[in-house]
């Protein structure tokens, strides 16, 4: 696979990821074939940059704060997360992405008849985000075996210092195993890696 530079592509205000579908067509085009994205562009990119961020104090309370509740150590929800970018200047902002998908193997499924999934974000000191409770609605049906995710932003402080940033973060779901399974309220620790760069 050769990778060539596309030249002369115009970004339109607002709307900031609508060129990757025209670089793929242009790829295509020319008898390449594009490089998967490792997250693709959702509804949240194709928004304005968020302008409200929440700082360390938060206007929800932290549904866990003790971490009571039993941790997924059973595999039952696979998690993924990630920011893009990976790399961010000081002031600058980056997307958090979290996915989580039921254990297919185990037969996982979520439990709808109960509660939403919660995302709870732990930001370090000085770092911002835009909510730090967000939460994922449950379908209609019982219950589903659907893969959900979360996003959110990030925005760096004006001060920060160059180096490798751990932002602590943990969700909270209604997870059963199997068919006829035990149904459990359970939470899974995560941590988004980002590096700030001077």
Not at 92 to 100: D, E, I, Q, S, Y
Request: hydrophobic letters at 35%; one cysteine or more; glycine letters at 6%.
């Amino acid at each position: 696979m050769s990778h060539r530079w596309i030249p002369n592509v115009r970004v339109p205000c607002g709307r900031v990821y609508d060129w990757v579908a025209d670089a793929r067509t242009a790829i295509r085009a020319r008898g390449d074939d594009p490089v998967p994205l490792s997250v693709e562009p959702s509804g949240a990119e194709f928004a304005q940059p968020v302008k409200a961020f929440e700082t360390a104090s938060g206007s929800r309370p932290e549904p866990d704060p003790k971490g009571r509740i039993y941790r997924d150590r059973g595999g039952l929800i696979h998690l993924e997360a990630l920011t893009v970018p990976t790399e961010v200047a000081p002031g600058a902002t980056t997307r958090a992405h979290v996915v989580l998908r039921p254990n297919l193997a185990r037969k996982a499924h979520w439990n709808n008849e109960v509660d939403d999934l919660v995302l709870w974000v732990n930001p370090p000191e000085g770092w911002q985000v835009d909510a730090r409770y967000l939460t994922v609605p449950r379908p209609k049906q019982p219950v589903s075996q659907e893969t959900r995710r979360v996003e959110f932003e990030l925005r760096s402080p004006e001060t920060v210092a160059a180096g490798r940033v751990r932002i602590p973060a943990y969700t909270l779901y209604y997870v059963c195993e199997d068919v006829d399974g035990t149904c459990l309220y359970q939470r899974q620790d995560l941590a988004l890696d980002v590096r700030v760069r001077r």
